[in-house]
């Protein structure tokens, strides 16, 4: 048997999302139309042998109590949220559930960080997994040399696959191909988590200070706070125990709220192969005009003059109003946007309402502070307003033009 465990993290984390994470925690933040975390659950669902679904975080469990409950029903598999009374760190919360893991007795675990996204070849890294013969399997890919400080950037032997050195972003350069968040692992796993409980009691007690101490010389973490990266990746490379799988597919990490609008087009194209009964132009929705790819939750209402795509998801109980042309955007729940208004490259949030011949629009730059334009929960913006390359924080009542702005 095989389990799958997707590390979701908590509030104090996945800050830089703001100001989309103020209500919704970030794993629940739709991209093309689904939460981010169903993207690797989906994926999960085409792993052999597959007995359950952990999501294990530190948010409130109702959090995710409805999403929880409508997946495992969905997919006919148990998927469960497992809260940790305080962050343990990456392996250290993996570790905090170690017998409710190990239930099943399975041979693998999945660990997944939620906040990358890819095409999740899981299958494919099981195979190589087994034939490596090894205690854990990295995904890996290349990416540009300037954005590779960003990650745990790692060197692997061209011929075995081996993981001969890993550092977690490092300050000078070291190698371009990067460790993507995505792992298997055999139940040693949790051994070798053990081995640095037990290194730092020994040097706790080799040069008698207290856990104080201790906490102060590894950078205040608290003893019980295991990174995989740091403390189990970086030790043990180069000791025939770990090794790495490259992907040739897409793959980005999910921090600020610009990149999940490049995440959305990516899903939506890959839905095109996977699932295309979700997009706009599949499921025989010929209310409005349709471009390229795009999601919309069969609760909108989308007056047929509208012109749609490519890249937009449009989620729950939306309205939008005649003549009303969208490129390259998120519309949430309950969002209005009425007759003539134009939104490119933004995202508009929960319960907004776009004005008559109003205008919300980024200059598509992801990585930029202001390339993607975005509109809090609840923000009006009048008739006839433009708001270009912006913030609004939720609650706010445009009835002026804005450019280049934060609206605090
Ligand atoms: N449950 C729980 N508890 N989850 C946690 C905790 C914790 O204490 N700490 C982090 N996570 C989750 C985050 O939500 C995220 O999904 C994942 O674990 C990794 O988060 P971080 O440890 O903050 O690392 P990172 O995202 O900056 O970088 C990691 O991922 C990159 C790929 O996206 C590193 O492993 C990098 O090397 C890697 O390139």
Not at 374 to 387: F, P, S, T
């Amino acid at each position: 048997k095989v389990v799958a465990v997707i590390m979701v993290g908590g509030p104090t984390k996945g800050t830089r999302f703001r100001p989309l994470s103020f209500n919704t925690p970030k794993p629940l933040f739709p991209l093309a139309g689904q939460p981010m975390v169903h993207h690797p659950i989906s994926a999960c669902k085409r792993i052999p042998n597959l007995a359950q679904i952990f999501l294990i975080g530190f948010y409130e469990e109702r959090e995710f109590a409805l999403y929880v409950s409508s997946i495992s029903n969905e997919l006919k598999l148990p998927v469960r949220y497992l809260k940790e009374d305080k962050p343990h760190g990456s392996a250290g919360g993996l570790y905090y559930f170690k017998d409710m893991i190990m239930e099943d007795s399975p041979s693998h675990i999945f660990l997944l960080n939620c906040d990358v996204c890819c095409s999740f070849p899981l299958p494919d890294m099981l195979e190589a997994h087994k034939r490596y013969d090894g205690m854990g399997t990295v995904l890996v890919i290349k990416v540009s040399a300037e954005s590779a400080h960003q990650f745990g950037e790692l060197v692997a032997d061209p011929v075995t696959g081996e993981l001969l050195h890993y550092t977690e972003k490092p300050e000078t350069f070291v190698s371009d191909l990067i460790n993507c968040g995505v792992y298997v692992f055999t139940p040693d796993i949790f051994t070798a988590i053990q081995g640095v409980f037990a290194h730092r009691e020994d040097r706790a007690n080799i040069q008698r200070v207290s856990s104080f101490e201790l906490q102060s010389m590894t950078r205040a973490l608290p003893v019980d706070f295991v990174r995989l990266d740091q403390d189990i990746l970086s030790p043990l490379a180069g000791k025939k125990q770990l090794y790495t799988y490259e992907t040739m597919d897409f793959w980005e990490q999910i921090k600020t709220p610009g990149i999940s609008l490049k995440c959305s087009a990516l899903y939506l194209a890959q839905f095109k192969i996977t699932s295309p009964h979700l997009l706009a132009s599949g499921n025989g929705n010929k209310s409005a005009t349709i471009i390229g790819d795009v999601y919309i939750h069969p609760s909108a209402k989308v007056h047929p003059t509208a012109k749609i795509g490519p890249n937009v998801s449009i989620s729950a109980n939306v309205r939008i109003g005649a003549g009303v042309r969208l490129i390259s955007c998120i519309i949430l729940d309950d969002v209005e946007i009425k007759e003539n208004a134009v939104v490119i490259n933004s995202i508009i949030g929960w319960k907004s309402s776009l004005g008559k011949w109003s205008r919300v629009q980024g200059n598509g730059d992801y990585n930029a502070k202001l390339g993607i334009t975005i509109l809090g929960e609840a923000v009006n913006v009048e008739d006839e307003i433009v708001v270009i390359n912006s913030i609004v924080l939720p609650n706010k009542i445009l009835n002026v033009s804005v450019q280049e702005e934060i609206i605090l």
